[in-house]
Structures are given as structure tokens and as C-alpha cells.
């Protein structure tokens, strides 16, 4: 099964675009003007003659964030693995976004801090932006598509017909709540997010709500945003992560480089570890951490309040498991699986999720079944992100499970590649590549990957003999 995930998460991530697309639907119907929701929609222009996306906020106004998305004000990034997608729906997309700002970060202006030891260097690279930034910008490609159509409005609840989503019910942005509006849809795809409202509409029609997992977290973060300058000694993105061993408090610190000549530091703890909105407990907290996140809190000047987040869980729907799934249903993004925001996947894991729904519609033979094959594929990039993140989230002291069949095995075995990856270049690069959702994390366990990983530690305990 490993090599079988492996092989089609190395196809979903192709750069190369679809040769073969077919139009198959008459109306297709995006629920969510989210990134996610907005890839979907891009997916569906080459398969659909009309494709409508239904968002309840303003999106005029998204340029400074929307409500719909809450986090917008944290740090984001662009995962290679994403960036290659949105390149592939949209020929030139990172080009034309680095020209209008964003941050190109590569190789050594990457630096990764693990327990404060600087991991070794790696030809790697990333572009960094704000959140508001990176979805006006995939707005504008999906909209300029001249099949796509974009309606305010909020969803009120799906309509069925003979075992099958038939459309969706929905009231105008400026009408009265009780003036419910009907729209007949050949596919409706869910991008509603953690808080999307599908499983009990679902629960509603007499059907199945999809199996929901969770792993509670309790992270806790702040942002601020500073102007540029200071010394950051090259570096441009910048990651500090401290692990709960030898009596240490697990953290996780991130500061980029984004648009508009800004630096976004983001402050990250967990349980009882708060970083609150107080601009001196946020400068203090940096100074405790390598010397460049210290150098731009003292030295630059914050220009926005620190923002304050929580996340209570990383979650998962398993819509594959449900025994009486609707045909004419999909969803994409953190409608099936929201992780843990640290590790940055939420984009690039939306970004494939897209992939996924390409290669259904190239090769459904008949949309009037469930969308079974479109949600194994969306399983293997769920459980690919899932493995990633929640395999060093149950080692945080306070999370208490649920933990996989295998996982003390797994965790020996995480721990061993991360310490292998601080020292040597060859490590760190394999271990970036799944880091950044290019490859599958099951690629790590290959023997050649695990007896060097075995080689590089056991080398290192010996000069660290000698040395003492």
C-alpha cells in the first residue's frame, strides 16, 4: 500500500497540465470563495459550461481579509508542493506573484532552527506572502475565466433528488433570511472549511454524516507584522522549532518575508503556553529565541497589533467511509481535513486536493454514482498531510491520543530522520521534500533513506564521545 500511495501522490503532483479534459457537467457549484474553493472552480472551468462559486463575504473587501477566514491575518506559505499546482492552473502564477511582491526565498535565505542548532543547508525554495495577498491574486485567474461566475450569498442547505445532490439552497447577500433561492447543480463541491455545515445536511437528508477524527492540539499563536530592515543575515524565511525533550516547552516560530517590504513573525505555543496580544511579552518571547527574530522585534518597527489565534484540534472527515454517499458531491480543502497550521500544509493540500478532482472528472464514466474514486484519491493527500503533522503532535506532552496502530515504531523512526536531516545536507533534503508535499512521507522509510539517517546519527554520537 506504501508504494501504491507513493506512486499517486508523485502523479497528483505533476506539474504538467491535463492534455485530455472533457466537459461533463452542465452546472457545477462551489460552495466557499476560499483558496480551495477557488482551485476547484479553476478545475471545473474545463468540465463544466457554467461554474458558480457561492461566498457569503464581501469579497471587495478581502484585500485586508475576509471574516470567512479568521486566520487570514497569520503567517502563511506557499509549500513547494502547492506553488507547483497553482503553476500548473495557472501558467505563470508564482512569476507574476513574486512580480507583484511576494518573496522568493531559496536555499541558504531558508534557515530551519531545531532545538536552536541550525539544520544543515539544503537547495530548497519558497515564496512567501500574506494570505489576503495569495487569494486576491488566485481570485482574479478564476474569475477572469469565462465560465466561472461568482455569487454572494449564504448556503442554507443542499436539495436531493432520486439518491443524488441535486442543487443547493441558498439566500442573497441583501435579502431577507427567509427568502430562500434554489439553484440546480450537476456536481457540488463543499470548500466551507472546519465549520462547513455539509455533515448535517447530510445527517439531514436521512444520510450518513462523514466519520470526523481529531487530535486535540491547543495551539496557541500570535502574529505581528514589522516593516523590513534590520540584520537578518540573509535570511528570508526563517523557522525556529523547539521539541518537549529534556524538560524544553515545545514551540514553534516562524518569521517571513512578505509583500509590501514587511516581515510576518509568528509565535506559537501549546496547552498553557499563550502568546498573548501584549507587544512587550511578544518582543520578550523573541529574544529567547535565535538572534535574527530578536533582531527584527527590537529593531524594526511592528506596524500592525499582534494578532492572537487558537486551534483546538487538527481534523479530519473521511467522507470515503461513508455507506451512502450522494453521487453529485465532492469537498475539497479544510472541508475534509484542517492540521495543524504550523506545519504550513492547508494550501498545498487544497492545491492537490484540486489534482484530484482533475483526475476524476478525466476519467469518471458516470456522474450519476458517488464520487467514491475522487475521495480515495483525496485520502491519499489527506493522509499523507495527516501522517506528517500528527505524527509529531502525539508527542507533545498534553495530547493524549488517539495513536495509530504502530506509532511508537513510527516515532522512533520520525525522530531518527529529523536528527539525521540537522546534520547532514543529503537527510535534509529528503526530508524537505516531504516537508513541502512533493513527495509522500512513506518515501522516508525507504531502507536506503533509514540506513543513512542510521549512518549520519551513529556518527554523530561518536564525535560527540570524542569530543566530550
Sequence with gaps: MSRKSSRRFRELGTSQPPADSRVVLRRAVVLGGSIAGLLAARVLSEHATEVVIIERDDLEAAAAGRPGAPQSTQVHALLDGGRIQMDRWFPGFSRDLIAAGAVLSRDDAIRMYVNGIVKAPAS?????????????????????LPNVHFIRAQVRDLAFAEGRVSGVRCTLAGEPADEIKSMAADLVVDAMGRSSRLSDWLERAGLQRPEMRRIGIDLNY???????????????SVQAIV???GGRR??????????????????????DDRPTNDPEDFRERCRRLPPVFAEVADKCQMISPVATYRQADSRRRDFHLIRNLPAGLVAVGDAVASFNP?????????ALHASCLSAYLRSVTSLAKPARDYFELVRVVVDAAWQTSTL????LPHVNGPYPRGYRIARRI???ILRASVVDTEMNQRFLQ?????THPNDLIRPGTLFRAARVTRSQRSRQRVAG
Design 124 to 144: 530548497d525554495e519558497m515564496i512567501s506572502a500574506s494570505r489576503p495577498f495569495l487569494e486576491v491574486h488566485v481570485r482574479a485567474r478564476t474569475l477572469s
Design 222 to 236: 500570535a502574529t505581528a507584522v514589522f516593516r523590513r530592515g534590520g540584520d537578518s543575515h540573509g535570511a528570508t
Design 243 to 245: 521539541l518537549p525533550q
Design 250 to 271: 515545545a514551540g514553534v516560530s516562524a518569521l517571513t518575508a512578505v509583500e509590501g517590504d514587511r516581515w510576518t513573525m509568528l509565535l506559537a505555543g501549546f496547552a
Design 342 to 350: 504550523v506545519y504550513g500544509q492547508g494550501m498545498s493540500s487544497a
Design 392 to 395: 509529531n503532535d502525539l508527542a
Design 414 to 416: 520520525s525522530d531518527l
Design 434 to 438: 516531504v516537508a513541502h508535499m512533493r
